[in-house]
């Protein structure tokens, strides 16, 4: 190992050594002719939530790896704390970090009891000290009692949640998560995510989350950072980034739009079903008009915007999912309505689309 | 999302270099000898060429293709046969066959002739009783097939080799989708039809597996030949190295030998072009098997019952009593003795290095994932690909001259003489073992390796553990089975281990295997069945464990084949690693 390297050996101790910023900056990175990360830069504060958002392949991965240090870029820098861990010349390997780091698959090491598993990153400290430490981080996530037993025996959120008692034990100053909850099943995800999140808060402790799911990221991140092919689209807190989507792409990927061609002139945009203001204003010209499904609401006949021809109605629970055929359009439109309110199929509707929910993008960007 | 990690970061430039490096000297050594041979078949030899060329090559070709294209053909039908009768049907003692199918594997191949020959003897057990039921007197009066023969050969060889095609195949009859097989039913098509149109046409790639290891050995194999008289390629280097001393001669036809094993080797992954496609259906269901009852279920049993009969209980029954006969005439004696602490300790020692070194390879791969590490572990593993002569052959030279120029340092140092070091003490011995059987350990590591997670690596690397720590802590612990299957594995063969022990051993050393074959040669049946009977019975160990995991069949396929279908992987090194995903790329 290099110099470099065994000087940053000096592992902070297991104690809690405070949440630690991150700044990624210029990072690149290629796996032969795919390009993973085009000069991406992200700061994150110390103490704050980020997700790391995109489909399949954007980069998200990769820039986790690369803050681990699992990952060495082509190009860039990583501070963390102020302290550069890669750069020109300089690769502090994983150890040395003072990061955690979860895996979707949880990497538990199948051959060590649960307490054997959390104890793993406290060797440097004295038996009982580890042993006490590691008693305590159980404890947090309710599992002290499995202590003797192996991960094969657990359900999978508690796999889960022994993983995050390791990765917090030795005190880490940033979490950095890959996809942690993805592979719980739907009906207990959501509880062991509002736990986990509630139980980093109380350490206070930095946190990547690389996620694909929006509404995921929507409910943990104090910041999202939308990915999309090696490049960061739109970084902005949940409420900004959903209600003022940068790009069609942005706004796709939160919402399931219907999508009209639209004319923008001034502050209006004229379609076949009529003019609207859309939330934000778009250059004149040839544009593409997105509809959010629960901006078009039912309305009692002679204050209708519009009116269609209910094709088919399904119910889900707490709304109903109606697509309504409208004159001018090749598609029906789909709407998110009240349960119970919609005709069936067959019968008029008299709708109104609130103006808040339509957006409106320039034509060239309808990739 | 399971992605790839590529390991380089964690090492830093200096450290990956270095791992290469040794990876590097590693498949180096392994290379060594091909290249020395090539070297020293360049040389020409001189006026015994023309005598090789016209009177022993073309015989020598020609016997060895004769004898692979026989043993070939017997070893698919009875293997592909019974691992279909044993899948597709059952049949009262079925499960007792699935294992004990395998146990004519702990019978080397030089020991069955030596077995066979003394029983089908004109004045053996066999013909005797023939006689007496006969009422003949005259041996001359009773006809009966020669077993120094070429079809001889070819019966003994496949009746103890045709394990590893049943294994394959079998595993790959279990783990074929039930509901293909089932589909081909309610289609129309008969049992018989399901086998020779969807079963077998499937399980190509197993057979071609299974089919090729089987061939290695017989390619390898240089005493039942030279026993039964047959002039293999194996046999004819032997001879032209010992009895003509004509090392260029020797190592002319052991190339020739090489591009054989390279032809095999390419014709194997032929066969197998397609196992991409059949492997999709792993999570598979077995198809119910037929039971059968009454005459059919007695034929199958019988059917059965061949194959271990020929292949495992006469020899072993034959060797149990002329042993116990031995020794309660003579004792065990003293060569005998020398034999089995000779044995152990090369097969100890060789061990233990190919465990070692072979670790070393495949974690260099894992830790690296760059195409020079794969490479340098694909060029590793060469060896278990090359017969002991040939490998033999070219160690030979190299190791003379190794030695001499060491024993000329030192004398130049310290004023004495040091004899032979590597090739007088065994040493070169140990270096062919682990030459030849480091492809069982590096496959062996380098399978168990990619059944781990590497987000385990970098769990533990994050939680503060260094790349040294996480080996120790996580990796060896993990592996332990995995090495231990290995280990085990090579100290048998390596105990087995006849053609390059012949040649390499130093000058009055005899291991269990020499001492048999020194006796076989002379026509002398003394000490032969005890060293015989040694050997069988340290095979079994193995073969035992093989058994057991053979209930369940991926693994038991995994533990043959891996470490020595790796070794016949690494003959073409754009091979994929088994068990290996692409690149890295983020999925």
Redesign the interface.
């Known amino acids: ?2 110099k ?2 065994t000087a940053g ?1 000096s ?1 902070p101790a297991a104690a809690a050594t405070g949440a630690v910023s991150l700044q990624i900056e210029n990072i690149s990175q290629r ?2 002719a ?1 390009v ?1 990360l085009d000069s991406v830069s992200l700061t994150v504060e110390a103490g704050e939530t980020v997700c790391l958002l995109g489909h ?2 954007c ?1 998200k ?2 820039m986790l ?1 690369v803050a ?5 870029p082509d190009a860039g820098t990583v501070h963390l704390g102020g302290r550069m861990v890669t750069g020109p010349g300089v ?1 502090v ?5 003072g ?3 979860m ?3 949880y ?5 060590l009891t649960i307490s054997g598993n959390v104890k ?2 406290l ?2 400290l004295p038996a009982s000290q580890a042993q006490a430490i590691a008693r305590e981080a159980l404890e947090r996530v309710g599992l002290a009692r499995y202590g003797d037993d192996y991960p094969h025996m657990l359900s999978g959120g508690e796999q889960q949640r022994v993983a995050l008692a ?2 917090l034990a ?1 005190g880490p100053g940033i979490l950095l998560m ?2 942690p909850f993805s592979n719980l099943d739907q009906r207990t995800r959501e509880s062991i995510r509002e736990e986990t999140m509630m139980l980093l808060r109380q350490s206070s402790t930095t946190c990547v989350v690389v996620t694909h799911d929006p509404i995921e990221a929507m409910s943990i991140a104090d910041r999202i950072v939308l990915m999309r092919e090696g490049v960061i689209v739109q970084t902005g807190t949940p409420e900004e980034i959903y209600c003022k989507p940068a790009t069609l792409f942005a706004a796709r990927y939160f919402c399931d739009l219907n999508e009209i061609d639209g004319e923008a002139s001034g502050n209006m945009v004229r379609t076949p079903i009529g003019s609207f203001s859309p939330a934000h204003k778009v250059a004149d010209g040839p544009c593409l008009v997105g509809i959010r499904p629960q901006a078009i609401s039912l309305v009692i006949a002679g204050t209708e915007d519009l009116e269609g021809t209910v094709v088919s109605r399904r119910f889900l629970g707490e709304s109903d999912a109606v697509n309504i055929a409208v004159a001018g359009l090749d598609n029906p439109l789909h709407a998110h309505l009240p349960t119970g309110y919609a005709p069936a199929p067959g019968e008029r509707a008299g709708i109104r689309i609130d103006p808040a929910g339509v957006l409106a993008f320039p034509q060239k960007m309808t990739t | ?3 790839t ?2 390991g ?8 990956e270099r270095r791992w290469l490096l040794l990876s590097a000297l590693v498949a180096a050594l392994v290379a060594a000898p091909v290249i020395a041979l090539a070297i020293i078949a360049a040389q020409g030899s001189g006026d015994l060429w023309p005598h090789i060329l016209h009177n022993v090559f073309p015989f020598a070709l020609r016997d060895t293709m004769l004898l692979l294209t026989g043993v070939g053909i017997i070893t698919i039908t009875i293997g592909a046969g019974l691992a279909w009768l044993l899948t597709a049907y059952e049949f009262p003692a079925r499960r007792v066959f699935e294992w004990a199918l395998l146990l004519p594997l702990a019978v080397p191949t030089y020991i069955v002739a030596y077995v066979y020959l003394d029983l089908l003897h004109p004045t053996g057990p066999v013909q005797g009783t023939l006689r007496a039921i006969l009422g003949i007197t005259n041996p001359r009066d009773l006809w009966f097939p020669e077993v120094r023969s070429m079809a001889g050969c070819i019966f003994l060889l496949s009746f103890v080799l045709y394990p590893y095609v049943y294994l394959s195949t079998r595993a790959m009859f279990l783990m074929q989708a039930g509901s293909i097989l089932e589909v081909a039913r309610t289609l129309g098509a008969s049992r018989r039809r399901v086998f020779f149109s969807v079963a077998l046409p499937l399980a190509r790639p197993a057979i071609a597996v299974g089919a090729s290891l089987a061939l290695m050995e017989a390619l390898n194999d240089i005493g039942a030949s030279e026993f039964l008289g047959i002039q293999t390629m194996s046999v004819s280097i032997y001879a032209t190295w010992v009895n003509r001393t004509n090392l260029p001669g020797a190592a002319q036809i052991a190339l020739a030998m090489l591009a054989l094993v390279v032809s095999l080797i390419l014709l194997e992954r032929w066969a197998r072009r397609r196992q991409r496609y059949v492997s999709m259906a792993q999570r598979a269901r077995r198809a119910t098997p037929l039971k059968l009852t009454g005459m059919r279920a007695a034929l199958a049993i019988l059917i059965a019952s061949v194959p271990v009969t020929f292949g495992f209980l006469m020899p072993a029954a034959y060797l149990v009593v002329e042993a116990w006969k031995r020794i309660h005439q003579a004792g065990i004696s003293a060569e005998v003795w020398h034999a089995i602490f000779n044995t152990m300790s090369m097969a100890v020692a060789a061990t233990l290095v190919a465990v070692v070194i072979g670790f070393f390879v495949a974690y260099t791969a894992r830790l690296l994932r760059s195409q020079s590490s794969d490479a340098l572990l694909r060029i590793s593993s060469l060896g278990y690909a090359v017969p002991g002569t040939v490998l033999a052959i070219g160690l030979l030279t190299p190791l003379a001259a190794f030695d001499n120029a060491l024993a000329d340092v030192i004398e130049t140092l310290f004023n004495v003489s040091p004899g032979l070091i590597v090739t007088g003490t065994g040493a070169a011995l140990i270096y062919a073992y682990v030459v030849r059987f480091l492809a069982i350990s590096a496959g062996g590591v380098e399978s168990g390796l990619a059944k781990l ?1 590497v ?2 690596d ?10 040294g ?1 996480t080996i120790r ?2 990796h060896l ?2 592996l332990r089975p995995a090495i231990g299957a290995a280990a085990l594995l090579i100290f048998v063969d390596c105990m087995k281990e006849l053609p390059a022990t012949l040649l390499l051993r130093p000058l009055n050393f005899e291991t269990l295997a020499t001492q048999l074959y020194g006796e076989a040669a002379r026509g002398v049946y003394e000490d032969g069945s005890v060293a015989a009977l040694a050997i069988v019975l340290f095979g079994l160990v193995p073969v035992i464990v093989l058994a057991r995991l053979s209930r369940r069949p991926a693994l038991a396929h995994d533990a043959l084949a891996q470490g020595r279908t790796a070794g016949i992987e690494a003959g073409l090194l754009q091979g994929e690693p088994a068990g290996y995903s692409p ?5």
Do not use: C
Request: glycine residues 12%; charged residues 20%.
């Open positions: 190992m290099s470099l390297q050996t592992r796996f032969g795919t993973a399949s392949g980069g991965t990769t790896r681990a240090g699992i990952e060495k690769f390997p994983p150890e040395a970090r990061i955690g780091l895996f979707q698959d990497a538990l090491f199948p051959h793993f990153g060797s440097k390791r990765a030795p890959d996809e | 999302m399971n992605i990690w590529t380089a970061a964690l090492f830093g430039h200096k450290g997670p987000s385990l970098y769990a533990s690397r994050t939680l503060g553990e260094t790349a720590g802590r996580v612990p993990l690149p890295p790329a983020e999925r």
